[in-house]
């Protein structure tokens, strides 16, 4: 199973705090014998606002030395997991979790944006220090 992301617990505690309940970390994706691990698969609870609503998300730092490399590779890495929930059928809403400093920073620029846009990403804004969600962008 690969290594969790340093803001990995953050947003674990951050979903927990809104209401989410974890169902598993490393959720497992299967496709034609290829397994694939997304870092965080919760469900909120009956009773809430989003009724039922299950939802899996990959947590990215973009700590690297290049952004638009890491951009590269987490937006690969989304749609991968995105074409398997849609060949499976699986019942859950996507979501690339980054930090609030990370989306002011540099997914404000207009080539993030483009590439955001284009791939239809959600985007799930996280405050590492204070472990809340700042904002959901679908």
């Given at each position: 199973m690969p290594a969790?992301?340093?803001y990995h617990n953050a947003v674990r505690f951050a979903l927990v705090k809104d209401g989410w309940e974890?169902?598993?970390e490393d959720y497992s994706l299967e496709y034609g014998g290829d397994r694939l691990y997304v870092?965080?698969?919760a469900e909120k609870p009956i009773a809430a606002a989003k009724q039922g609503q299950k939802i899996l998300v990959e947590v990215k730092s973009f700590l690297g030395r290049s952004f638009i490399n890491d951009l590269e590779r987490a937006v690969g890495q989304y749609i991968v997991y995105r074409d398997i929930l849609i060949e499976t059928g699986l019942d859950f809403e996507l979501y690339l979790a980054i930090t609030?400093?990370?989306y002011k920073r540099y997914f404000q620029r207009q080539l993030?944006?483009?590439i955001i846009n284009r791939n239809q990403v959600k985007?799930?804004?996280v405050d590492p220090e204070s472990e809340v969600i700042v904002?959901?962008?679908d």
């Open positions: 969790k992301d340093i974890i169902l598993t870092d965080i698969a609030q400093g990370t993030p944006q483009m985007l799930l804004i904002e959901w962008i």
